[in-house]
C-alpha cells in the first residue's frame, strides 16, 4: 500500500488477556520496527526486524512481549497476560536501505492505542 | 537509555513569529532526524541531517547540527496555526548503510496561537 497500515487503531482489553497488533509495512521496505509511546512520553524502541537476519529484541521489556514477522511483510506484535502498564500507543515503522540510511527518514503508521482496563 | 534531548518541552508562540527546538545527544551518531507528531498518532518524517553536513533547509524548516557539541536546532519560520504539535529528534547510530533502530527524545510540544 501507499503507507503503513496498522490494526486495530483501538484496542481495549481487560487485564490479563492477550492482543495482537498487526503492521502492514510499505511494498518494498526490508526493516521493520515497532516502538511504544506511553502518554505525554517520548517513543520506546521495543523491536526492529530487518530483511532475512534475526531480529533486534533488546528493547522488549518483558517475555510477555513477542514480535513475528513473515519475510518482508506483515508483523505482529503480542503481549501476553495484559497489565495496565502496557497501556500505551504502539507505533510500527519501515524503512527502506534507500530511505532509512541517509536519504530519507522512516514511514510510520498511525499508531494502535491499547488501552487495559 | 534516553539519547536525545528535546529543549524545551513545551513552546508557545504567535503565528507569524519563528520556532527554535534544540536537541542534545550523548553519543556519537550517522544522522540525525526531525519528526513532528500530531494528536498523539504517527509520526511525520520532517528531516534528516548526516553527520558530516551542518546545516540543511527543507521549505520553512531549517536544521543545524553541531557533532562537537552533540547538539542540533530545528528552526521553523513564519510559524502557522497549523505546525502546532510535538516535535521529535531522532538519532541513528548505525553506519555503512545499515539501518538499526532510530533512538527518540521525549519531544517538544509546540503551540502557535492564531
Known amino acids: 500500500g501507499a503507507g503503513v497500515s496498522q490494526s486495530p487503531s483501538n484496542k481495549v482489553t481487560e487485564k490479563g488477556k492477550d492482543v495482537e497488533l498487526r503492521c502492514d509495512p510499505i511494498?518494498?521496505?526490508?526493516?521493520l520496527y515497532w516502538y511504544r509511546q506511553r502518554l505525554g512520553q517520548g517513543l520506546e524502541f521495543l523491536i526492529y526486524?530487518?530483511?532475512?537476519?534475526?531480529?533486534?529484541k533488546s528493547g522488549l521489556p518483558s517475555d510477555r512481549f513477542s514480535a513475528e514477522r513473515t519475510g518482508e511483510s506483515v508483523s505482529t506484535l503480542t503481549i501476553q497476560r495484559t497489565q495496565q502498564e502496557d497501556s500505551a500507543v504502539y507505533l510500527c515503522?519501515?524503512?527502506?536501505?534507500?530511505?532509512?540510511?541517509?536519504?530519507?527518514?522512516?514511514?510510520f503508521g498511525s499508531g494502535t492505542r491499547l488501552t487495559v482496563v | 537509555s534516553q539519547q536525545g534531548e528535546e529543549d524545551p518541552q513545551a513552546l508557545s508562540i504567535q503565528e507569524g513569529e519563528n520556532a527554535t527546538m534544540n536537541c542534545s545527544y550523548k553519543?556519537?551518531?550517522?544522522?540525525l532526524q526531525w519528526y513532528r507528531q500530531n494528536s498523539g498518532r504517527g509520526l511525520v518524517h520532517l528531516i534528516l541531517?548526516?553527520?558530516?553536513?551542518r546545516e540543511k533547509h527543507s521549505g520553512r524548516l531549517r536544521v543545524t547540527l553541531d557533532t562537537s557539541k552533540k547538539s542540533s536546532s530545528l528552526l521553523i519560520t513564519a510559524s502557522r496555526a497549523a505546525d502546532t504539535a510535538s516535535y521529535f529528534c531522532?538519532?541513528?547510530?548505525?553506519?555503512?548503510?545499515?539501518?538499526?533502530?532510530?533512538?527518540f527524545g521525549k519531544g517538544t510540544k509546540l503551540s502557535v496561537k492564531p
Open positions: 526486524f530487518q530483511g532475512n537476519s534475526a531480529p533486534d
Open positions: 553519543t556519537s551518531i550517522n544522522n
Open positions: 541531517i548526516r553527520s558530516n553536513e
Open positions: 515503522a519501515s524503512s527502506s536501505p534507500r530511505t532509512g540510511g541517509g536519504f530519507g527518514g522512516y514511514t
Open positions: 531522532a538519532t541513528s547510530l548505525n553506519y555503512g548503510g545499515s539501518q538499526g533502530n532510530l533512538i
Open positions: 511494498s518494498g521496505h526490508t526493516a
